[in-house]
C-alpha cells in the first residue's frame, strides 16, 4: 500500500534538487534545475509535472525513477539486475525509509522476496556537482551475482534533448559529438580495463536552446556501462555504472556492494558547467590541491630520445632544458633494465648500468644542480614475458589457465589482486622514491586488459581496487611526490584516478592544433592545471604537421605547459620563442591554474578561444586553425567580464611573426587599450587570424580607473 508522497529537497548554491518518495512504491526525480525559492510548494510541483495514462501504455504506467527495473511494463534501462546461479531474478524494489537534511538524501528500498535492500544515496558537494551511489545487500539466504548495479539513474528532465558525448582513439582523444536523444539515445560501454581515450564516461545534456546542460560522469578508472534511453513515451533515463557483467560480484548472504560515484551537476551553459566541475575538482577530488604550488615547467625526454638515450644525452637534455626555463626534468621509459625498446623488462625496476653506469643520483644531483626537480616514468601494472620478473613469476599476470596469453605492445598485465603482486610493486617503487629525490611518478598503463581474469575467474573490477590500493599505499607513504595518470594519453581520465593524482597525460599527440581540441573537450569538465600540455617537434612524428613555435608554445601554456622535445635540434629562433613562452607562463600560471575558465565562442569555426580570470588579471588564448573565409575574421569577443569594470586590453608578446604586419596600430597595442567589460563582451577585439596556425594570446587587467 502506498503511503503519503513524501518529498526530499536539497540545495547548493545554484541549484534544487527535488525526490518524491511514495513509500512502498517508488521514490522519482520531480526537479532538477536552477535553486528554487524557499517557499516552492513541492506537492504542487510534483503534481503539475506528471501525466496520464494514454491508450497502449500499463494502466498505472510505471515509474523508472531512481532506481529502474523491468517491472510492471518498464521497458527501459535497467539500474540493477541480480542473478541466483544461472538464473535472473526478478526484482521489485520498493523504499521503506528515507533521510534528507538538505544537502544529502538516502532512500533505503527492499526487494520482498529476495531479501535484497538497496540504498540510493546523492549529495550535493563543492561546485554543486550531485555525488549519486548505490549499494545492495543481501540479506537473503542465498548467494547473489550482481550484473549491474548502476551508480545513478537520473530520469532525464524533459527539457533537455540533445547529447554531448565523446568518441576517440589514441592520439585523437576525445571528439565530440551532438545528438538529439531522441528516438533511441545512446549506449556507450568499455571492456578495456579503463575508461580509454573516447571520454565515454564524461557526457552532457543539452536543452535544444543552450540554454541549459547537465553534465555527468562515472568517478571510475575501470570499465563502465552508460545508457541513454528515451521511449515513444517521450521520457529519458539516463543510466551510469561500472561494468559489471561476467559474475564478479556476488553477494553472500550478509555481504554488500557498493558502487563507485557518479556526478553530475546542472548549469545554464558550457562554461558555467565546466566553471562547477572545476570547483569540485579543486575542492573536493584533487589530492592536497590546496597546498599544490605553482605548476612546474616539465621538459620530458620521450620525444627527445626515446629509447635512445644514455648519461651523456640525458646530461646535455638537462643542459637544454634549464638553458629553457624548465623546472622540472621527467626521465621518461627506457631507463630500467634491458629496457632498450618497448619488447622488453617491464617489471624490472632497477636501473640501467648500460643507460646510467652510475645509477640515477648523479643525473639527479645534476638535474637539481641547474634549478629543476627530477620525475621518473614507470609503468607498474605491466610485466614484458622477456623480464625476470615474468621468468620468476610467470603466474603473476593476469591470463586464464590453458589460454594463449595475447599481448599488446608486447606486454602483459600484472594481476593487481593479489597481494604478493602488490607488494612486490610496492616495495620496488618505494624503494626508489626512498633511495632517490624523485619528486614526480609518470604512471603508465599501455594496453587493454584481456583478459580481465585470474585463476578465481572474472577479475577486471577487483584489478581497478588493486591499482586504487597501491596508488593509494605510495601515496601514503610518499605523501610529496606527484603522480601523472598517463595510459598512452588520455585513456585513463576519471575522477577515480584524479583523486590520487596531480595530473593527466592528455594526448599522446603534441600536434597543437590537436590540443586545441583534445585540451578544450578535458577542460570542459577539468581545471587547465590538471591538463599536461607540451611543446612537441615539429614535423609531430604522429600527424607529420609543422606548426611554427609561436603557435606550438602558445597552445602548450593552456594547460600545465611542458616541452616534448629535442631543444638540441630546434633553430636559436624556436629556442628563444619558446624561452619567452616558458617565461611568460611563469607570469600567468597563478591566472591559468587559480580562475575561472571561460569557452569563448566565435563565428569562425576554426578559431578556438578560451580565457582563464583570476582576481584582477584575465589571460586568453584565440588561434586560428584553418584559412579564415576572410581576411577579416570577426573580433574576438571576450565573455564572463564584469560589463560596468574598465580593463586594459594588451597583446602579450611575442607576437605571431607571419601575421604581425596585419596587426594595426601595433604600438597601441603594446601600451594597451581601456575598454569597458561591455565593450570586450558586446563587440570585441580585431585580431589578425585571418591565416592558419596564427595564435595569440589576449592579457586583461581591472583598472577601474
Ligand atoms: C606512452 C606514453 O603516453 C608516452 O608519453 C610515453 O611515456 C610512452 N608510453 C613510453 O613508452
Not at 11 to 22: C, L, N, Y
Not at 127 to 147: C, E, F, K, S, T
Not at 258 to 278: I, K, M, N, S
Request: net charge negative.
Amino acid at each position: 500500500m502506498a503511503g503519503e508522497t513524501e518529498y526530499l529537497r536539497l540545495d547548493g548554491d545554484t541549484i534544487t534538487v527535488v525526490v518524491a518518495v511514495v513509500p512502498g512504491e517508488y521514490a522519482d526525480l520531480v526537479y532538477l534545475g536552477p535553486k528554487l525559492d524557499a517557499h516552492e510548494q513541492l506537492h504542487a510541483l510534483h503534481r503539475s509535472g506528471l501525466y496520464g495514462a494514454h491508450e497502449s501504455q500499463p494502466d498505472s504506467p510505471p515509474v523508472g525513477g531512481l532506481l529502474p527495473e523491468p517491472k510492471h511494463g518498464d521497458a527501459g534501462p535497467v539500474a540493477v539486475a541480480v542473478r541466483d546461479g544461472a538464473q535472473r531474478v526478478p526484482t521489485d524494489f520498493r523504499p521503506m525509509r528515507h533521510e534528507a537534511d538538505g544537502r544529502k538524501l538516502a532512500i533505503a528500498l527492499e526487494d520482498a522476496a529476495t531479501g535484497l535492500q538497496a540504498q540510493i544515496e546523492w549529495s550535493i558537494e563543492a561546485g554543486d556537482a550531485v555525488r549519486a551511489q548505490m549499494a545492495l545487500a543481501n540479506d537473503g539466504d542465498v548467494p547473489i551475482a550482481v550484473d549491474r548495479l548502476a551508480a545513478l539513474a537520473l530520469p532525464v528532465p524533459r527539457r533537455f534533448d540533445e547529447a554531448i558525448t565523446y568518441a576517440g582513439r589514441w592520439a585523437a582523444e576525445m571528439q565530440e559529438h551532438r545528438a538529439a536523444i531522441g528516438p533511441r539515445g545512446f549506449v556507450s560501454r568499455s571492456r578495456r580495463g579503463k575508461p580509454g581515450f573516447d571520454g565515454g564516461n564524461w557526457l552532457m545534456l543539452c536543452d535544444g536552446n543552450d540554454d541549459a546542460v547537465i553534465g555527468a560522469h562515472l568517478c571510475w578508472s575501470g570499465d563502465y556501462d552508460t545508457v541513454l534511453e528515451s521511449d515513444a513515451d517521450g521520457r529519458a533515463m539516463l543510466v551510469i555504472g561500472p561494468a559489471l557483467e561476467g559474475g564478479e560480484i556476488v553477494l553472500t548472504p550478509g555481504e554488500r556492494f557498493e558502487t563507485q560515484a557518479a556526478v553530475f551537476a546542472y548549469a545554464e551553459d558550457r562554461t558555467a558547467l565546466g566553471q562547477l566541475f572545476h570547483r569540485h575538482l579543486r575542492e573536493e577530488v584533487l589530492p592536497g590541491r590546496a597546498g599544490w604550488g605553482p605548476r612546474k615547467v616539465h621538459l620530458n625526454s620521450w620525444e627527445a630520445l626515446a629509447f635512445d638515450m644514455d648519461e651523456a644525452k640525458l646530461i646535455a637534455l638537462a643542459d637544454d632544458a634549464a638553458d629553457l626555463g624548465v623546472e622540472r626534468f621527467v626521465l621518461d621509459d627506457g631507463w630500467f633494465a634491458g629496457r632498450r625498446n618497448d619488447r622488453t623488462s617491464l617489471g624490472d625496476w632497477e636501473v640501467s648500468r648500460d643507460v646510467l653506469p652510475n645509477g640515477l643520483d648523479p643525473l639527479i644531483d645534476y638535474v637539481e644542480a641547474r634549478g629543476m626537480d627530477f620525475g621518473l616514468w614507470v609503468e607498474p601494472e605491466m610485466v614484458s614475458p622477456d623480464s625476470d620478473l615474468y621468468r620468476a613469476h610467470p603466474d603473476w599476470c593476469l591470463h586464464e589457465e590453458g589460454r594463449e596469453r595475447r599481448t599488446q605492445r608486447h606486454q602483459l598485465v600484472l594481476d593487481l589482486t593479489r597481494a604478493a603482486v602488490s607488494d612486490y610493486l610496492f616495495e620496488r617503487i618505494d624503494a626508489l622514491l626512498g633511495a632517490h629525490r624523485i619528486a614526480y611518478l609518470k604512471w603508465d598503463h599501455n594496453r587493454d586488459l584481456f583478459p580481465a581474469a585470474n585463476a578465481d575467474g572474472p577479475a577486471g573490477y577487483a584489478q581497478t581496487l588493486g591499482l586504487y590500493r597501491l596508488l593509494d599505499r605510495l601515496r601514503a607513504a610518499h605523501p610529496a611526490v606527484e603522480i601523472e595518470s598517463c595510459a598512452s594519453g588520455g585513456g585513463r581520465v576519471d575522477l577515480g584516478i584524479l583523486s590520487r593524482c596531480n595530473r593527466i597525460w592528455a594526448s599522446d599527440s603534441n600536434d597543437a592544433i590537436e590540443r586545441l581540441r583534445i585540451v578544450r573537450s578535458w577542460a570542459q569538465f577539468l581545471p587547465l592545471e590538471v591538463i599536461g600540455n607540451h611543446v612537441g617537434p615539429s614535423p609531430n612524428p604522429i600527424t607529420g604537421r609543422r606548426l611554427s613555435m609561436d603557435f606550438r608554445a602558445k597552445v602548450a601554456m593552456f594547460g600545465h605547459m611542458g616541452v616534448e622535445a629535442d631543444p638540441g635540434s630546434m633553430t636559436d629562433g624556436e629556442r628563444k620563442a619558446l624561452r619567452a613562452h616558458i617565461a611568460l607562463y611563469k607570469s600567468w600560471r597563478d591566472v591559468l591554474h587559480g580562475g575561472v575558465l571561460v569557452r569563448l565562442d566565435h563565428p569562425d569555426q576554426g578559431v578556438s578561444a578560451l580565457l582563464s580570470l583570476a582576481g584582477n588579471r584575465g589571460l586568453a588564448l584565440a588561434a586560428q586553425t584553418r584559412v579564415a573565409a576572410t581576411y577579416d575574421v570577426a573580433p574576438v569577443r571576450m565573455a564572463g567580464l564584469d560589463p560596468d569594470a574598465r580593463y586594459r586590453v594588451t597583446l602579450p608578446e611575442p607576437w605571431p611573426r607571419k601575421a604581425m604586419r596585419y596587426l594595426a596600430n601595433h604600438e597601441s597595442w603594446r601600451e594597451g587599450h581601456v575598454l569597458s567589460g561591455r565593450a570586450l563582451v558586446e563587440r570585441g577585439i580585431a585580431l589578425p587570424l585571418a591565416h592558419p596556425e596564427t595564435a595569440w594570446l589576449v592579457a586583461l587587467e581591472r583598472t577601474d580607473g
